[in-house]
């Protein structure tokens, strides 16, 4: 599993190992946290490298599979460190689909809903081509992943590798980054510690939020089933940002107040997934609304502010 220190990733490791697999977990930490891992001290199942996936990856061990979720993927890190994404979206990957292909394992790769960019189409279904600004600052990410995964298929058909793509699409819970810049996470620490929230625009943007637990399910589901297509894995319930705002002030009772911030520069406006494949493929649909997951999710972050 590549991108094992991150949310995501953290989050799907625990399963593989509840599920009785045995991982070998890497990650540079570039954006991902060993802390994430701490609970893994000492599991015998779980290995932990250090490593750069944009550079040659090494494995000793027979393997089965391969996880890519490695990459920044909040916006702010990622325009940021706009080199870093597109190098392990493309030499990243590179590696981990050449590490598939020599140890005969199935291939599973972390897309996002971003390669549908600014959709013209509304929700999005996996055959929607996407509106994307090549140039634009977010063409590091989205252009990343869309090569991604034109180099999966590609392995796919060239070399016969067993591959799965996932679109992921907003996702929050537990193990968030308190400071990763995204929606979820700044609007609880705002309201937590009585800050402005800092609504983009005039919050009329459109998402949908899944809860990390309902994802992780539908990955592993993918991931054993026989579907080489893209399947979006998401929530389909749509909120703005406004009215994910509301909600967070809400539940943590926050006297906090709204303020309006710039609009960032190809910020999506609007996004929901069209999961028909998933539900009809997998089986799997989420099961838990925003409001209980934002429940579940808060005391992680009183936690960080605490800290
Ligand atoms: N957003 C916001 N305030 C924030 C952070 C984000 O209004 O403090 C907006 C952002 O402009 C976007 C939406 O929330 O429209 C989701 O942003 P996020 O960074 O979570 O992820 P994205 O879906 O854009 O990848």
Same mark, same amino acid.
């Given at each position: 599993m590549t991108g094992a220190a991150g949310f995501l990733g953290s989050h799907l490791v625990d399963r593989l190992l509840a599920d009785g697999h045995t991982v070998i977990g890497m990650d540079n930490l570039l954006t991902g946290a060993k802390s994430n891992l701490a609970h893994l001290e000492g599991e015998p199942r779980f290995t932990w490298v250090n490593h750069d996936v944009s550079r040659t990856i090494t494995v000793e061990d027979p393997i089965d599979g391969v996880l890519h979720f490695a990459s920044p993927a909040s916006p702010v890190d990622y325009l940021r460190l706009p080199i870093q994404t597109l190098k392990v979206g493309a030499l990243g990957t590179h590696n981990a689909l050449g590490v598939a292909k020599a140890k005969g394992a199935r291939f599973l790769l972390a897309s996002t809903s971003e390669v549908y960019g600014d959709p013209q189409v509304h929700p999005q279904p996996e055959s929607y081509w996407g509106h994307v600004? !090549? #140039?634009? !600052?977010r063409g590091v990410y989205d252009e990343a992943k869309r090569f991604a995964e034109a180099l999966t298929m590609a392995y796919h058909r060239t070399h016969g590798v067993p591959t799965r793509i996932v679109r992921i699409f907003n996702t929050y819970g537990p193990r968030m980054r308190p400071r990763d810049g995204r929606v979820v996470s700044n609007f609880i620490m705002q309201a937590l510690r009585g800050e402005p929230i800092t609504v983009y625009g005039d919050g009329s943007q459109s998402r949908s939020f899944c809860y990390v637990d309902d994802l992780i399910e539908g990955i592993v589901r993918l991931f054993h089933s026989e579907i080489a297509d893209p399947v979006n894995l998401g929530n389909p319930v749509e909120f703005t940002v406004r009215e994910l705002a509301e909600m967070v002030l809400r539940l943590t009772q926050s006297q906090s107040h709204m303020v309006v911030r710039p609009l960032p #520069? =190809? =910020? !999506?406006k609007q996004r929901r997934p069209d999961i028909t494949h998933a539900r009809e493929q997998l089986g799997w649909e989420p099961t838990v609304p925003l409001e209980k997951g934002l429940q579940w999710t808060i005391p992680h972050f009183r936690e960080c502010v605490n800290a």
């Open positions: 600004n !090549p #140039i634009g !600052p #520069i =190809d =910020d !999506p």
